[in-house]
C-alpha cells in the first residue's frame, strides 16, 4: 500500500497545504500524495480512521478539528500538550501520535526568514484560542521577556497564562485595559477577528518604538490589523504566510526526516494573490 498524506479541516477546499507540500516533495525527487481531506468535526474520527487504513502516513490538521485530533492521539508531544492542541499528526504503528508545529513554525519566520531578535521584548498576544495556544510556549521558549495575553472572552486567556506556568513573566488583562498597557515591542494578532472583513479596535498607544506586528491570518483576513499597525507607524509587518509554510516544513520534517527550503516556497506563494485567501 503506498504511502497517503493529507490535509484535514472543515471546510478545507481550498487549503495552501497541498500545494506547499507538493512544493517540498520536488526539492528531494520525491512523489508524494497529499490531497485536502474535509472532515466536518462529528466525522473526523471515522475519516481518519478509514485514512489510516489507506495507507496513510500523516497529516496536517487546520480549522475547526485541532482539539479533537489531540483527542485522537494515543501519544502526543510536550509542545502539543502544551497548546491544548495538534495540527500535526503521525502514524505510529497501529496508533497516531500528534504534535504541534505553529508555534515552532511563527518563531522560525520571524527569527530565521526575517533575522529579528525576540530576546526580550515585550509582547501583547490578542486572542487565546488553538493559534494562540500554539504559539504562546514558543514565544516563551524563544525568550520574550513578557508575555501579556487580551481575549475577548478573558476566562480564556487566564486558562492559557496558568497552562504556561511562568506568573512572572506572563499577564493577563482585559480588552478594556488596552489603553491603559503602555507601548510592546511585538504584536501578535492571533484572533480570527478579520475573517469576514471585521477589525479590531486598538488604541496606538500599544505601538511601542521598535515595535513589530504579526498577523497569524493572511491575505484579507491579515488587512484590517495590519493596515492598524501602519496607520500606528509600525514599520515591521508581516502575515502569516511565512508562519504556515514554517509549519508545514516542520511537519514534512517530521513525516520524512528532511527539512525543505522554505524561502522559494515563501516567495512563491507571497507573489500568488490567490495564495492570499484562505488557510
Ligand atoms: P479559534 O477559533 O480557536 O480562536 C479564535 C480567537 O479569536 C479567540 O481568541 C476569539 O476570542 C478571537 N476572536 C474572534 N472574533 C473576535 C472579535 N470579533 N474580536 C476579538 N476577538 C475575536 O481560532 P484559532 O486560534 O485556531 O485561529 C485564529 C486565527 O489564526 C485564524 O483566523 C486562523 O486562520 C489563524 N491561524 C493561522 C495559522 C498560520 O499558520 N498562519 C495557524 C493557525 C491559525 P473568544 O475566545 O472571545 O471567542
Redesign the pocket.
Known amino acids: 500500500m503506498s504511502h497517503r498524506y493529507a490535509v484535514f479541516g472543515h471546510p478545507v477546499a481550498h487549503s495552501l497545504s497541498p500545494r506547499i507540500h507538493a512544493a517540498f516533495a520536488a526539492q528531494f525527487g520525491m512523489a508524494l500524495e497529499f490531497v485536502a481531506m474535509d472532515a466536518p468535526p462529528d466525522q473526523f474520527g471515522q475519516v481518519l480512521a478509514r485514512f489510516a487504513a489507506t495507507g496513510g502516513r500523516g497529516a496536517s490538521v ?3 478539528l ?1 482539539e479533537l485530533a489531540l483527542d485522537l492521539c494515543a501519544e502526543v508531544s510536550a509542545r502539543a500538550r502544551r497548546a491544548g ?1 495538534v ?1 500535526t499528526l503521525l502514524r505510529h504503528g497501529d496508533a497516531w501520535q500528534g504534535d504541534n508545529t ?1 508555534g515552532i ?2 518563531v522560525h519566520d520571524l527569527a530565521e526568514r526575517r533575522r529579528l531578535d525576540l530576546r526580550g521584548r515585550r509582547v501583547l498576544l ?9 504559539v504562546a510556549p514558543a514565544l516563551l521558549d524563544a525568550g520574550v521577556g513578557e508575555l501579556w495575553i487580551v ?3 478573558p476566562e ?1 486567556a487566564d486558562t492559557l497564562a496558568d497552562a504556561l506556568g511562568e506568573p512572572g513573566r506572563v499577564h493577563t488583562r482585559y ?1 478594556s485595559d488596552l489603553a491603559q498597557l503602555g507601548g510592546f515591542d511585538m504584536l501578535v494578532n ?6 469576514g472583513g ?1 477589525g ?1 479596535d486598538l488604541p496606538f498607544s500599544l505601538a511601542g518604538n521598535r515595535a513589530l506586528a504579526v498577523d ?3 491575505g484579507e ?1 491579515a488587512v484590517s490589523f495590519l493596515a492598524w499597525a501602519g496607520a500606528a507607524g509600525i514599520q515591521h509587518r508581516f ?3 511565512g ?2 509554510v514554517e ?1 508545514a516544513a516542520e511537519a514534512f520534517a517530521l513525516w520524512h526526516g528532511k527539512r525543505p527550503d522554505t524561502d522559494e516556497v515563501y516567495e512563491a506563494l507571497s507573489s500568488r494573490a490567490d495564495a492570499l485567501q484562505t ?1
Open positions: 487546520t480549522l475547526p485541532k492542541a495540527n505553529d513554525g511563527l490578542l486572542g487565546a484560542g488553538g493559534a494562540a495556544r500554539g481575549n475577548r472572552t480564556k480588552w492571533a484572533t480570527s477577528a478579520g475573517r471585521g479590531l497569524l491570518n493572511y483576513a502575515d502569516g504566510l508562519m504556515l509549519q488557510a
